[in-house]
Structures are given as C-alpha cells and as structure tokens.
C-alpha cells in the first residue's frame, strides 16, 4: 500500500520531527511505502497580537537586564554568551533542512495531492486550526479536503487549543464537522479532542498515545552523551521564568548536577545545548533528572522511566496553554503527580520514587491498540 502521511514534518521541533519519524517507521514495518504529504498553509484565522515585533524588541532588552542581574554577570559577557547559545540554536535550523527531513524522505519541493491509497493525518496538533501561527493558519488539507487519497484516517490527533466556541467564531464549525465525517477513521490523542470530535460529528473516535511510544530508536540513538551528572530542563524559548530558574539552580547545586537545556534557549539557566532529534533522546535518556514544560518532554521521560516534572501552565488570550494536553498524557499514565505546581517542592518531587512497572506496562497496551488500529485502517 502507498501510504501518506500529512503532518507538521517541516516545523523544526523535536517532537514533531520524532512522532512525524515514528509513524512513518511504524508504518514501514507494517509493510508499507510511505511518503509525506505537505498541505497549504491557510489563512491565519485568529490573527497576530498588533505591534508584535516592537514589543518582542522591548521585551528581549528588558530580559537581557534582568537575567544580568539574576546571573551576576557582567552584561558584555552575558551577551557574548547568549550570542554563543544563539549561534548554536541556528546550527540546528540549518542541520534540520539539511540532515534530518531526509531521513522522512521529504525534500525541498514540497508534495501536494499525490494519489495514495490511504492518507493518515497526524499526529501532533494537525487539527488545532486556531492557532496564532502564519506557518500553519486554517488548512482544510489537515482534515483530509481535496485529498486524492482512496481513504483518509487521522492517527492521534489533537485540536490543541482550538475549542468548539471558536470554530463557532470564526463560522468554520459546520465545515470542520464535515470534513471530519468524510474520514474513514478518526483518532485523537486527548480527551478534549475526543470531546470536540464526539461535539461536531456524533462520531466516538478512538484514543490513542502520541506515536513516539509505537518506536524505540534504538537504531538512531547513541547509548550514552558525553556528560554525566546532569539535568535536562526541555522547555521552548525562555518559558522558564526567574522564580522557576532559581529553584531548579538551587536544586542543581545541592546535588551537584550541570543544567543543561534543550528545544529553546534559558537566559536564566544553563547552557543549551545543540542536538539534533535522536540527540536529544540520548540527552534525556542519560539525564539524572528532566524539568519540562512541554508535551513531548513529558512524553520522552515517560518514555525512558526518567525522574521528571512537568510545569502545567495555564493559557490566558493569546497566551499558548498546554494544561488540556499535559494532565490528559500525566493523568493516562497515572502520573498525574508529576505536575509540579509550586516550585518549592521540586526536591521533594524528584526524591520521590516513580513505580514504572504499572506505566511500562501501559505503554505496551496502547501501542498494541495502535497497531491494531493502523492494521486495520491502513489497508
């Protein structure tokens, strides 16, 4: 079967990249050709907060001061460093294009409509159309229109942050709940967009984990990094605030461990380090401790039994929220005591033992649910 997957392939994110991976490996092994399909970037529905780049200039000079401050660095050395910092986090933009999407098998011209037995749309947050980003905007190609496909499914996935109320807003309800219907197969990967998908179609879809558990990576990942004695702070750029920054310092010093962060840069905390995807799982495997705010981070320490936390952050206007998502992944593993809400219980937190017998065990379950699934839709 020639099987498509349409995703956020071309996105440089870690997780994007490693479940958008996982899915087509999935899928080969399951005795398929598969290839990626790109979509169109729609119209930006919801639109930029006004005067975006002043303010993002205003902002940046301010946090420069404040993390100076913070640091106890003078702010000529601060910037060299987070010149440094920079200069690395645009290393790995650059590697991306060049040595990663071509292991997906996807180029620089982009693919559109081919003729394919069976489209599989996600995972990650393909349905969340409402979203601040002029990469992504309101594509119906991410609901299966105009595909060329004999049948179109959806594996694992999410609406994000668009809610039933604003598909109401924008007057795009009705037209969603019928792209969604013409599916064969829906399957989400929480249960807010089980809610909405139930809302707008009648349709009960299937629930199903986020592909980077289907794969191990054992053939991509190295076994061990060059450092011991550490903690992964995986976080987006600087989301990791001063108060938050001194707590996980404070933890680092009493147990003698290098911070180290990954997916964004921290003004306030230690080093980031430039790693590619399969990198980035050998980093985290080999931590002693991860401190995340993110989906995927949650996902890749539940993944290799690390001691971990996850900051659950609220979302507010145009602020980017992640607490549907982060509880529904915590609460699925009976991790929901992973959520770290007061920084000063991080010690407490991280000495508390996690039984990964029962989570392990859960995994299992559902990625045999998930084969099964793509078994029998994928054919």
């Given at each position: 079967?020639?099987?498509?997957?349409?995703?956020?392939?071309?996105?440089?994110?870690?997780?994007?990249?490693?479940?958008?991976?996982?899915?087509?490996?999935?899928?080969?092994?399951?005795?398929h050709e598969v290839v990626f399909v790109d979509y169109e970037v729609g119209r930006n529905l919801v639109g930029e907060t006004p005067d975006e780049e002043g303010k993002f200039i205003k902002a940046k000079k301010k946090l420069v001061k404040k993390a100076c401050d913070f640091i106890k660095v003078p702010r000529k050395k601060f910037k060299f460093q987070m010149k440094k910092q920079l200069d690395?986090?645009?290393?790995?933009?650059?590697?991306?294009?060049?040595?990663?999407?071509?292991?997906?098998?996807?180029?620089?011209?982009?693919?559109?409509?081919?003729?394919?037995?069976?489209?599989?749309?996600?995972?990650?947050?393909?349905?969340?159309?409402?979203?601040?980003?002029?990469?992504?905007?309101?594509?119906?190609q991410l609901f299966g229109a105009e595909s060329r496909a004999k049948k179109v499914i959806s594996y694992a996935a999410t609406f994000g942050n668009t809610t039933g109320e604003g598909l109401k807003q924008y007057g795009i309800e009705d037209e969603i709940a019928g792209y969604l219907k013409n599916m064969a197969a829906i399957s989400v990967r929480d249960a807010k967009s089980v809610e909405l998908?139930?809302?707008?179609?009648?349709?009960?879809?299937?629930?199903?984990?986020?592909?980077?558990?289907?794969?191990?990576?054992?053939?991509?990942?190295?076994?061990?990094?060059?450092?011991?004695?550490?903690?992964?702070?995986?976080?987006?750029?600087?989301?990791?605030?001063?108060?938050?920054?001194?707590?996980?310092?404070?933890?680092?010093?009493?147990?003698?461990?290098?911070?180290?962060?990954?997916?964004?840069?921290?003004?306030?905390?230690?080093?980031?380090?430039?790693?590619?995807?399969?990198?980035?799982?050998?980093?985290?495997?080999?931590?002693?401790?991860?401190?995340?705010?993110?989906?995927?981070?949650?996902?890749?320490?539940?993944?290799?039994?690390?001691?971990?936390?996850?900051?659950?952050?609220?979302?507010?206007?145009?602020?980017?929220?992640?607490?549907?998502?982060?509880?529904?992944?915590?609460?699925?593993?009976?991790?929901?005591?992973?959520?770290?809400?007061?920084?000063?219980?991080?010690?407490?937190?991280?000495?508390?033992?996690?039984?990964?017998?029962?989570?392990?065990?859960?995994?299992?379950?559902?990625?045999?649910?998930?084969?099964?699934?793509?078994?029998?839709?994928?054919?």
């Amino acid at each position: 079967m020639k099987v498509g997957i349409m995703s956020m392939q071309r996105i440089n994110n870690n997780g994007s990249y490693l479940q958008s991976y996982s899915l087509k490996r999935t899928l080969e092994q399951l005795g398929h050709e598969v290839v990626f399909v790109d979509y169109e970037v729609g119209r930006n529905l919801v639109g930029e907060t006004p005067d975006e780049e002043g303010k993002f200039i205003k902002a940046k000079k301010k946090l420069v001061k404040k993390a100076c401050d913070f640091i106890k660095v003078p702010r000529k050395k601060f910037k060299f460093q987070m010149k440094k910092q920079l200069d690395n986090y645009v290393k790995t933009y650059e590697e991306y294009e060049k040595e990663m999407l071509p292991l997906l098998g996807v180029g620089k011209k982009f693919l559109y409509r081919p003729k394919l037995d069976v489209l599989v749309i996600g995972s990650d947050e393909v349905f969340n159309c409402l979203q601040p980003n002029d990469e992504v905007g309101y594509s119906p190609q991410l609901f299966g229109a105009e595909s060329r496909a004999k049948k179109v499914i959806s594996y694992a996935a999410t609406f994000g942050n668009t809610t039933g109320e604003g598909l109401k807003q924008y007057g795009i309800e009705d037209e969603i709940a019928g792209y969604l219907k013409n599916m064969a197969a829906i399957s989400v990967r929480d249960a807010k967009s089980v809610e909405l998908t139930e809302k707008l179609t009648g349709i009960h879809p299937y629930y199903h984990v986020d592909p980077v558990f289907l794969y191990d990576y054992s053939q991509e990942m190295k076994e061990s990094v060059d450092l011991k004695d550490y903690i992964v702070v995986y976080s987006y750029w600087n989301r990791i605030n001063q108060q938050e920054a001194r707590a996980i310092i404070a933890f680092a010093k009493k147990r003698q461990k290098k911070i180290i962060t990954l997916a964004g840069l921290q003004s306030y905390l230690g080093e980031f380090v430039k790693a590619n995807p399969f990198e980035v799982l050998s980093y985290v495997k080999n931590a002693d401790y991860v401190i995340t705010d993110t989906f995927h981070g949650s996902v890749f320490s539940i993944k290799f039994n690390k001691k971990f936390v996850t900051l659950v952050r609220e979302g507010t206007g145009k602020v980017y929220g992640n607490s549907n998502k982060l509880q529904d992944l915590l609460e699925r593993f009976g991790l929901s005591d992973r959520a770290i809400n007061d920084m000063n219980e991080l010690e407490r937190m991280m000495d508390e033992d996690i039984d990964y017998v029962p989570v392990n065990e859960k995994i299992a379950e559902e990625k045999e649910k998930s084969l099964e699934y793509l078994k029998t839709y994928v054919l």
